[in-house]
């Protein structure tokens, strides 16, 4: 992905997101919203052992385990000296939950209260932090990991990362926590996020390539 392509795909899908917050303020998706919450969240709790799962991922998708495991990478980048691979976890990771955090504060929106919620939250609804921060998160992670792998591995760990922010996007309508536009939402804010900076990144390397040529 070119620096140029980056930042206009960031820029498109920022105005996608743009445009559910607008729907969500002047209430133009309520009904739908409660259309595709009931039938989801209806569907998955109709098999245990899949809502056990869900569960799960939802835990693991958690603030503190984000935290610890971008620790993590920045470390191990600090000591096979990838400063800017480092520098790109930190900005995408802390950037990304004070950005969403904001904008939550912003919108305000409550929870769905039309099922039991099977998670204790006291935030505000929109948009999902575990979509935004999920895919943010598994996202810089498979791109860092990609840049070890071989090209022919790539694809399929930026593909397993992302599976991995769907599911945990569709474990908070299951659980009955959020709205589908809050994940729609934060699928949308997060990969935004996440290729702004990606493309951030690839501007600073070719400042500093044509930087040092003679």
Same mark, same amino acid.
């Given at each position: 992905?070119?620096?140029?392509?980056?930042?206009?795909?960031?820029?498109?899908?920022?105005?996608?997101?743009?445009?559910?917050?607008?729907?969500?303020?002047?209430?133009?998706?309520?009904?739908?919203?409660?259309?595709?919450?009931?039938?989801?969240?209806?569907?998955?709790?109709?098999?245990?052992?899949?809502?056990?799962?869900?569960?799960?991922?939802?835990?693991?998708?958690?603030?503190?385990?984000?935290?610890?495991?971008?620790?993590?990478?920045?470390? @191990?980048?600090?000591? /096979?000296?990838?400063?800017?691979?480092?520098?790109?976890?930190?900005?995408?990771? *802390?950037? =990304? +939950? #004070? %950005?969403?955090?904001?904008?939550?504060?912003?919108?305000?929106?409550?929870?769905?209260?039309?099922?039991?919620?099977?998670?204790?939250?006291?935030?505000?609804?929109?948009?999902?932090?575990?979509?935004?921060?999920?895919?943010?998160?598994?996202?810089? @992670?498979?791109?860092? /990991?990609?840049?070890?792998?071989?090209?022919?591995?790539?694809?399929?760990?930026? *593909?397993? =990362? +992302? #599976? %991995?922010?769907?599911?945990?996007?569709?474990?908070?309508?299951?659980?009955?926590?959020?709205?589908?536009?809050?994940?729609?939402?934060?699928?949308?804010?997060?990969?935004?996020?996440?290729?702004?900076?990606?493309?951030?990144?690839?501007?600073?390397?070719?400042?500093?390539?044509?930087?040092?040529?003679?």
């Amino acid at each position: 992905m070119s620096q140029r392509n980056g930042l206009w795909l960031s820029l498109a899908g920022f105005i996608l997101f743009a445009s559910i917050g607008l729907a969500v303020s002047h209430g133009s998706s309520d009904a739908l919203d409660r259309q595709i919450f009931l039938t989801s969240a209806d569907w998955a709790r109709t098999y245990p052992w899949l809502m056990m799962f869900l569960a799960g991922v939802s835990y693991v998708g958690e603030a503190v385990f984000r935290i610890v495991g971008a620790t993590l990478i920045i470390i @191990a980048l600090l000591a /096979a000296r990838r400063y800017r691979a480092a520098l790109f976890v930190f900005v995408v990771v *802390a950037g =990304g +939950m #004070l %950005l969403c955090w904001g904008i939550k504060a912003v919108v305000a929106r409550a929870r769905p209260e039309l099922l039991p919620q099977l998670d204790l939250v006291h935030s505000y609804s929109f948009p999902s932090s575990h979509a935004w921060n999920g895919l943010v998160f598994y996202g810089q @992670a498979a791109v860092v /990991a990609a840049t070890f792998l071989q090209r022919r591995w790539r694809a399929p760990a930026i *593909a397993f =990362g +992302m #599976l %991995l922010a769907l599911i945990t996007g569709f474990s908070r309508i299951a659980l009955g926590v959020h709205w589908p536009s809050d994940v729609l939402a934060g699928w949308l804010g997060g990969g935004s996020w996440l290729v702004f900076c990606y493309a951030l990144l690839l501007a600073g390397w070719d400042r500093s390539r044509k930087g040092s040529q003679p």
